[in-house]
């Protein structure tokens, strides 16, 4: 079920991975994503995305490049 996508005209949902790094630090680092999560810290580096994803209920769809 983890592996699934889902596709709409204008949707795709899929699981989140190591190419999604860049973007989800982006979001979470800005200030006013970070006052207002309280595990978010500021600035969020890519490593704490990556160990927030190894953390996550994802944890089997992330890891390093190459796994």
Do not use: Y
Request: charged share 20%.
């Amino acid at each position: 079920m983890l592996g699934d996508v889902i596709r709409t005209e204008r949707l795709v949902l899929r699981p989140i991975g190591v190419e999604d790094l860049a973007l989800v630090q982006t979001a979470a680092g800005r200030r006013e994503v970070a006052d207002t999560m309280i595990s978010i810290a500021h600035p969020f580096s890519s490593q704490d995305v990556l160990q927030a994803l190894l953390r996550s209920e994802w944890s089997d769809t992330v890891g390093p490049p190459g796994c």
